[in-house]
């Protein structure tokens, strides 16, 4: 799947919730490699705020990323609904300090971008596979979020309140596609007792029972409740038991638990990389969430590219006969051994290291190493069947080497070792010509790197 942005900019404005002023932002498409950014253009010199985990400031009652003295607040809503809609690379421009909170959902943003629709800009998304079970456990709180390995991305979430009217409750979302109609519609939730300590702190400013839901688990005198309603500027009312005091029903019995679970999800799209697995979070909140983003974070940015998933129990796409079929090498010179993945822009050989391989008889008796320049031979083999095998007729062709460039060796190869080997066109081919860049990967650890050009020439 390619990296996707907006087909066109989208504006939405309203009332912020913490600060209570009113925000305008607008969406803008953006190249590859931009990611989600924030940029306050009430700011001089428009500065901008990139959308990771590490820029994250504040985490009381939401999201707060910041650069210095700059801040953008409660992104989490609009993170969730880019993430889930597959958008990797935006930017949105705001005149004010926080994201408008709307009705207190993802829905409104979701509904812009379905509107506007999305562009696939030619590049493949960079996934993060989750490749072993990760988890991060606040003994404080006893609020924990696990990873797991998967073939997509998947979020269960429980939440537990020591509340008459929110107990236990759980939310599941098993495919992003449906995040539309499960979670994002869900809103933001807050507790009668919690108002007033939380306009003491300055936040909820623009809270009102259109934009969340109020729940009153906690019988307070009427003169309380009066001065709470004067706090936030509504009519007095009288809550004559306990429950859920907005005029608008709930839209699932377990709302706020749908709301947790976007707001996971819009807290883990600063990870900056789309993920498969599948995460399961007890009690998650913002501080939690910015923590497990981080620690995932940092696995991110320390791996370079990661080794192909290989499992030696699927059937090969393309077995060694089928390789003989579209290569001319044969032994001792045949490098790959199959096929586990192709397209038109990449593939993933594997080539099994024996002792019993002849170039070990000289390379070396004592200690055998496989020759780095046979390792690049595996990888250009590989890229042979990466563009013969979309040919008609390909045993009317081959391929050869016209240069090799940036080559690195980071770690010997010796028998027993099973090789990955990944190679991907960095240009569309041109007039017979393919550059590709190639990785050799034993278990986690590239081994090998290099770029090289192969010209594809018709057999005499």
Request: a negative charge; charged letters at 25%; hydrophobic letters at 40%.
């Amino acid at each position: 799947m390619d990296q996707l942005t907006l087909k066109a900019p989208f504006s939405i404005e309203g009332k912020t919730l913490h600060a209570g002023v009113v925000v305008k932002a607008t969406f803008n498409p953006a190249p590859v490699g931009n990611g989600i950014k924030f940029k306050r253009v009430d700011i001089e010199g428009a500065p901008e705020i990139p959308a990771l985990a590490e820029k994250v400031v504040d985490t009381t009652r939401g999201t707060v990323i910041g650069a210095g003295d700059v801040r953008v607040s409660t992104i989490e809503h609009a993170m969730a609904a880019l993430y889930a809609s597959g958008i990797d690379n935006c930017t949105i421009e705001l005149n004010g300090p926080e994201m408008p909170i709307l009705d207190g959902s993802a829905a409104p943003y979701i509904e812009c971008i379905e509107n506007v629709g999305v562009e696939e800009q030619g590049v493949e998304k960079d996934y993060y596979i989750i490749k072993s079970k990760t988890k991060l456990k606040d003994e404080e709180t006893g609020s924990s979020i696990t990873i797991y390995p998967d073939d997509g991305f998947s979020v269960e979430v429980m939440v537990e309140y020591n509340s008459p009217v929110i107990p236990n409750q759980f939310a599941i979302l098993d495919n992003l596609e449906d995040f539309g109609s499960k979670v994002a519609s869900a809103r933001t939730f807050v507790f009668v007792r919690e108002i007033e300590k939380l306009l003491q702190h300055g936040l909820i400013k623009g809270g009102d029972l259109d934009n969340a839901i109020v729940i009153y688990d906690e019988p307070v005198s009427q003169e309380k409740i009066n001065a709470i309603c004067d706090l936030v500027n509504v009519d007095h009312q009288e809550l004559k038991g306990l429950g859920y005091i907005n005029p608008t029903p709930l839209k699932w019995d377990n709302e706020p638990a749908r709301h947790k679970l976007m707001d996971l999800i819009g807290d883990l799209a600063l990870v900056g990389r789309p993920l498969k697995g599948r995460v399961v979070a007890i009690r998650p909140g913002h501080t939690v969430n910015n923590k497990f983003a981080r620690m995932l974070r940092k696995e991110v940015k320390h791996t370079e590219i990661q080794s192909p998933v290989y499992d030696p129990n699927v059937a090969p796409i393309i077995d060694v006969n089928g390789i003989k079929k579209l290569l001319p090498h044969r032994y001792p010179f045949l490098l790959i051994d199959k096929i586990i993945e192709v397209d038109r822009k990449h593939v993933v050989a594997v080539k099994n290291v024996t002792v019993n391989e002849p170039f070990f008889q000289g390379h070396f008796p004592q200690e055998p190493v496989m020759p780095g320049v046979l390792q690049v031979e595996a990888m250009a083999q590989a890229a042979g069947v990466l563009v013969l095998n979309y040919l008609e007729d390909p045993e009317k062709y081959s391929t050869y080497f016209l240069k090799i460039d940036n080559v690195k060796f980071r770690q010997k190869v010796v028998p027993g070792n099973t090789l990955l080997l990944n190679v991907s066109l960095m240009t569309e081919i041109r007039r017979g010509c393919a550059v590709v860049k190639g990785y050799a990967f034993v278990g986690e650890k590239i081994v090998c790197e290099a770029e090289f050009m192969a010209q594809i020439i018709k057999n005499k």
